[in-house]
Antibody
């Protein structure tokens, strides 16, 4: 059974860079037909898509965050990662990684999420 | 960007009674490939979102048949035929026709 697990610092200082990794287990990140991505949820609020990546390296970004976001994939480790630069308190959120499948056309497997707080 | 608007914000419902949630998109969600990439997610308290419905009306694996989706173009509906206690949570519509955007969520409570 495919599982996704987010990891990374729970606390980041303002103006610094947030870095998270999602480890995929129970399946290969290199399978065709699957995209891998990040979504976030500020406390008590709704969901916001951040970015997606294909194992080949093709990337897709939310235009509102694109200038600060980098998504990358490491097929040798079956992982993909997120970097968000110049963070502020508004970037405090639960960050989820998720798989998108071409056959269902949406995000069908989600990680448990990791809480990131931006504070000095 | 496509804006997704859900109503109501909150839906109190008695156990065993039906519930209905509406979702409207600012643009048609019909993709150039002919599919409509509108899905519904359930988020129970303290849990990550879970896919319930994809491509407007297809139930995802393991989803009870009391959940159903319908709609076309810009107007969509999620129905729960008989609400059970485990259905409490927030429900989101999401479009994947042009990138991804989510509705604001509807809280279903008993």
């Amino acid at each position: 059974q495919l599982q996704l697990q987010e990891s990374g610092p729970g606390l980041v200082k303002p103006s610094e860079t947030l870095s998270l990794t999602c480890t995929v287990s129970g399946g290969s990140i290199s399978n065709s037909g699957h995209y891998w991505g990040w979504i976030r949820q500020p406390p008590g609020k709704g969901l916001e898509w951040i970015a997606n990546i294909y194992y080949s390296g093709n990337t897709y970004y939310n235009p509102s965050l694109k200038s600060r976001v980098t998504i990358s994939v490491d097929t040798s480790k079956n992982q993909f990662s997120l970097r968000l630069s110049s963070v502020t308190a508004a970037d405090t959120a639960v960050y989820y990684c998720a798989r998108s499948s071409a056959d269902v056309g949406t995000m069908d497997v989600w990680g448990q999420g990791t809480t990131v707080t931006v504070s000095s | 960007d496509i804006v997704m608007t859900q109503t109501p914000l909150s839906s109190p419902v008695a156990l065993g009674q039906p519930a209905s949630i509406s979702c409207r998109s600012s643009q048609s969600l019909v993709h150039s490939d002919g599919n409509t990439y509108l899905s519904w997610l359930q988020q129970r308290p303290g849990q990550p979102p879970r896919l319930l419905i994809y491509k407007t009306s297809k139930r995802f694996s393991g989803v009870p048949d009391r959940f159903s989706g319908s709609g076309a173009g810009t107007d969509f509906t999620l129905k729960i035929s008989r609400v059970e206690a485990e259905d409490v949570g927030v429900y989101y519509c999401m479009q994947a026709t042009r990138r991804f955007t989510f509705g604001g969520g509807t809280k279903v409570e008993i």
